[in-house]
């Protein structure tokens, strides 16, 4: 059960440098997100996926030692410290415990279950001062990087209208084409490694190792340039495609990729697939 916070409400949200919030959780990240982190780290994102990164660049490694509870530290954790890469944390570490969702296009604050998350590792902080919602956010800078966040989600809707148009407008569905829709309902309950086969290494580097000049401080320029890459590579391939095999093959692909950065965004990529299926069921 998600209980939906007011950013007037007031919790114990002061953190710790016990760090329970960095054992044992699941940080995804946004293409920008890992680029930030490798900014701080001063290393290339290549070489931060590589070594600190599952899903192909998707998910934080959670490989450091264990606490208490038996639960792995984040690969960026220090003991008795803190996160190394602070200053570039992505927006998941920025909210905890606090989560982000849009309903009708309206941003709503929550954390899940009927008792605050963060007094299960840390019953201590009942004890430190309290701050509202917004005080929080500001307090962690949480605003770019839910600029990001918002940014790629909007990317993520484009890309999967190059795969409903190559479906719509091609003739592919006219010609009596089921098969693209299948597949994009399979496609919706797939791991994010069965998606990135289905995607391939090519286009995995364009849609998460980016070959664009990095600002930390403006991910919309970032983003914006981001999606005209993904958009001119995939006009440069749909100009090479010579039959109706050929654009259903791409028609899959694309939208694999759609899926896959839903999944970075920590969309429900399930319910994504269905209802794109769904507009292709209606023409």
């Known amino acids: ?12 949200l002061t953190c710790t440098r016990k760090g329970t919030c960095c054992h044992g959780n699941q940080v995804l990240l946004n293409p920008w997100e890992l680029n930030r982190l490798a900014f701080e780290k001063q290393i290339s994102a290549r070489e931060f996926r590589d070594s600190y990164c599952d899903w192909k660049g998707i998910l934080l490694k959670f490989d450091g030692e264990k606490d208490q509870r038996g639960k792995s530290a984040c690969s960026q954790y220090i003991a008795n410290f803190g996160c190394s890469l602070h200053e570039g944390r992505p927006l998941a570490c920025r909210l905890f415990p606090i989560g982000r969702q ?17 007094l299960n590792g840390c019953p201590e902080v009942n004890e430190l001062p309290q701050l509202t919602v917004e005080a929080y956010l500001i307090g962690h800078q949480t605003s770019l990087f839910e ?3 918002d940014e ?25 084409d089921t098969q693209t829709r299948i597949e ?20 995995l580097d364009l849609l998460i190792l980016p ?17 005209e890459l993904l958009q001119e590579k ?20 694309i939208m694999a990729i759609a899926l896959f950065l839903g999944k970075s965004i920590g969309a429900d990529v399930k319910a994504l697939a269905e209802m794109w299926s769904e507009v292709g069921d209606s023409k």
């Open 1 to 12: 059960m998600n209980t939906v916070l007011h950013l007037s409400q007031k919790l114990p």
């Open 102 to 118: 849009i309903q009708n296009e309206a941003v709503q604050y929550i954390f899940q279950g009927e008792s605050f998350p963060c």
């Open 147 to 149: 600029q990001a966040q």
């Open 152 to 176: 790629y989600l909007e990317v993520m809707q484009n890309i999967a209208d190059i795969s409903l148009m190559l479906l719509l407008d091609s003739g592919l569905l006219a010609f009596g």
């Open 184 to 203: 994009w309902r399979k496609m919706g309950a797939e791991t994010p490694n069965q998606l990135a086969q289905r995607i391939g290494e090519k286009w």
């Open 211 to 227: 070959d664009i000049r990095f600002s930390a401080k403006n991910p919309k320029k970032f983003i914006h340039a981001h999606q």
């Open 234 to 253: 995939a006009q440069n391939q749909i100009d090479t495609l010579k039959s109706f095999p050929e654009i259903r093959e791409f028609a899959i692909q």
